[in-house]
């Protein structure tokens, strides 16, 4: 289940909030961890700063590529996301705190990622 | 000799140091002892008040520099200038051009290469540019083309605060290993770039306004200051990023394997 995959994860890392796995293309949530008490309209904001960062149709925002992996850090908060190579609409949107081990979360978002389409496949 | 003459001299008589040599008329500031040539110059400029012509020699090669409110407003002529060096005569520099700027840098560089002796002469200005053109300070372009900046007068460091100072520049400056290249900007005028700048620059003009105006729309004034990463967003493989803070608007490349020393840096100096 997706959602046991999230839970598991968010237990994984001090200060991580929410996780949801994201369909780009449709710029919709399609699941979130258990806890998560994201409201839908800061779910889809979510989202949709997701298909920004991350760039979509083979168009960057910022630089000369799209990228698979963004992380916006400020003093409050940092969102990762994470996207899959294999399946460019599905992407992993991840909120935690500043001091949550950033680059371990990135690291792991990824493979919590590749494993939910595996399973989904 | 007019009343601006007169005081221009009085000032710099002033501003010069009871040890100066003086050859033919002209000030040695540079003689082959290890003074940095190019900071010689710039010391020159930032000596410079009121808007004077400096007559710049370099081994007996003479370059004519625009000087006025300790500013460089750009090169007059210069011996012997061709193709590259004879685009930047005539041009005001500014931060808004920085090829025009990284080009007379180039071009002082190479003639005060290995130079034995340097000298200058504050002469009359010739007519250069448009009035409201100011140029660019003697310690901007010590940044800019990263030669060590002008020493400060003690009443200055308090007057005018430095150019590159701030969190972002203690962000750049702290990893600058990290960064392939870097384009600061503060309140639209460029502070620094560094690296091969290029790619930076084309981003810069085509995506960075865009994306701020869209990006916004998700972030709140009270997160503060904001660090956007994207890795593999360039094509040689680097990670570009983009820091915030206020008016301070700095684009990086950067190798990913320093992601998590740059997201511990910025923590620190915006937290």
């Known amino acids: 289940m997706v959602v046991d995959e999230l839970d598991a994860l968010r237990e994984k890392f001090d200060g991580c909030d929410t996780l949801a796995f994201a369909d780009l293309s449709t710029q919709m949530i399609l699941v979130t961890n258990s806890g998560s008490t994201l409201r839908r309209e800061a779910l889809d904001n979510l989202c949709a700063e997701a298909a920004l960062v991350l760039g979509s149709k083979g168009d960057p925002a910022l630089g000369q590529n799209p990228t698979n992996q963004a992380i916006v850090l400020n003093k409050r908060a940092a969102r990762i996301f994470v996207r899959s190579a294999a399946e460019p609409s599905d992407a992993l949107c991840c909120i935690c705190g500043p001091e949550t081990d950033i680059a371990g979360l990135t690291a792991e978002a990824t493979a919590c990622l590749d494993r939910i389409l595996a399973n989904d496949a | ?271």
């Open chain 2, 1 to 271: 000799m007019s009343d601006l003459s007169a005081l221009a001299e009085k000032l710099s008589a002033l501003a010069g140091d009871a040890g100066d040599v003086f050859e033919d008329g002209a000030r040695v500031i540079a003689n082959g002892d290890g003074r940095a040539p190019v900071k010689a110059i710039l010391d020159a400029v930032d000596d410079t008040v009121l808007e004077r012509k400096l007559r710049v020699e370099i081994d007996g090669k003479r370059i004519d520099l625009i000087a006025a409110g300790r500013r460089l407003r750009g090169i007059l002529t210069a011996d012997g200038a061709s193709g590259d060096d004879q685009s930047v005569m005539g041009q005001v520099l500014s931060r808004e051009e920085p090829e025009v700027v990284a080009a007379a840098g180039k071009m002082i560089n190479n003639r005060c290469a290995g130079a034995k002796r340097i000298t200058v002469r504050s002469l009359p200005p010739d007519p250069f540019g448009v009035g409201g053109e100011r140029g660019i300070s003697a310690r901007g372009l010590a940044g800019l083309w990263d030669v060590a900046a002008p020493e400060p007068a003690v009443a200055e460091t308090t007057a005018e605060p430095a150019e590159d100072g701030g969190a972002m520049a203690q962000f750049l400056s702290s990893n600058a290993a990290a960064l392939t290249a870097t384009m600061h900007v503060n309140n639209g005028e460029m502070i620094k770039i560094s690296g091969d700048y290029k790619t930076l620059q084309n981003i810069w003009n085509e995506q960075v306004l865009q994306f701020r105006k869209s990006h916004s729309r998700f972030l709140d004034p009270a997160d503060g200051p904001q660090l956007v990463c994207l890795e593999g967003a360039l094509e040689n493989g680097d990670a570009a990023a983009m820091a915030v803070d206020g008016d301070d608007v700095a684009l990086m490349a950067y190798d990913p394997a320093h992601l998590d020393q740059m997201l511990t840096s910025w923590r620190s100096l915006t937290s």
